[in-house]
């Protein structure tokens, strides 16, 4: 997933190797390839976008297999995507089960400041069965110091982690979730790596048991989850390259249990 307003992001995140959801939907971690092979045919296909796809054909994405997709709503709390609209509303026109996403820059300002301008620009939930929870985007800072020039551990971590500790980090994550719960219904999807998680969090396990796992790991497997999870929801297996716009995904579950966890049933 990339944060839709900055090239930065692109060659950084081609740096990183990305390590490595709800338990009724436990099916197993079946090998996949890019695009899934015959082990996965039942899972629902989906993909997500930002500005970097523009006005997106959403009748061809329907007919190339997409169930559903997550649309970038908003970074930090001065960016809102120039096709949200056109994204978002012509996906539900489709027929395609979508929702919202935000790309957190927790260095900036506080999770709740940044879930309250998420909400209000594109954001929010509904139960109808067809609006996805909201979903936040924790990955490696895009704008701060290169990983790899930094020359220690210590420095390395602050680069990736927008500079907070762990335990900043996982308080800004619970004020973001507190936040979006207050204003929609619902915990947000948490979009990550286990790199990302174990590093920028401390190996936080507090989140798992209420908010459903968006798991971004570009190989034929999941591999191993960030802690605090015992299984996926949503998997990111490929930056791009798919037969869908964006990245591609897939849902761990069928289309009517996508449908439930749509609902929040």
Not at 198 to 216: E, K, V
Request: charge should be positive; proline fraction near 6%; charged fraction near 20%.
């Amino acid at each position: 997933m990339t944060s839709g307003r900055n090239p930065l992001l692109r060659r950084v995140r081609s740096r990183v190797a990305l390590a490595g959801s709800l338990a009724a939907l436990v099916l197993g971690c079946a090998a996949l390839a890019a695009p899934p092979g015959a082990a996965a045919e039942t899972r629902p296909a989906g993909h997500d976008v930002s500005s970097h796809q523009g006005s997106v054909d959403w009748a061809a994405a329907r007919s190339r297999g997409a169930s559903f997709v997550y649309v970038k709503a908003t970074e930090a709390t001065t960016y809102r995507n120039p096709y949200f609209g056109q994204q978002y509303d012509g996906a539900r026109r489709a027929g395609l089960v979508r929702g919202a996403y935000h790309f957190a820059v927790p260095g900036q300002s506080s999770g709740r400041a940044q879930a309250d301008y998420f909400v209000r620009n594109g954001g929010g939930w509904t139960g109808d069965g067809w609006t996805l929870p909201p979903a936040v985007d924790l990955e490696h800072n895009p704008y701060g110091k290169d990983t790899k020039d930094a020359k220690d551990t210590k420095s390395r971590s602050s680069a990736k982690c927008y500079g907070l500790s762990p335990a900043a980090m996982t308080q800004w994550i619970a004020g973001f979730s507190d936040e979006v719960r207050l204003r929609t219904g619902r915990r947000p999807v948490i979009y990550t790596t286990a790199a990302w998680w174990n590093d920028c969090t401390g190996r936080s396990r507090a989140f798992g048991p209420t908010h459903a796992l968006w798991l971004a790991r570009y190989a034929t497997t999941p591999g191993a989850l960030p802690a605090g999870w015992s299984y996926w929801t949503l998997w990111q297996y490929a930056n791009g390259g798919g037969s869908l716009p964006g990245d591609q995904n897939l849902f761990n579950g069928s289309f009517a249990q996508l449908k439930r966890f749509a609902a929040g049933r």
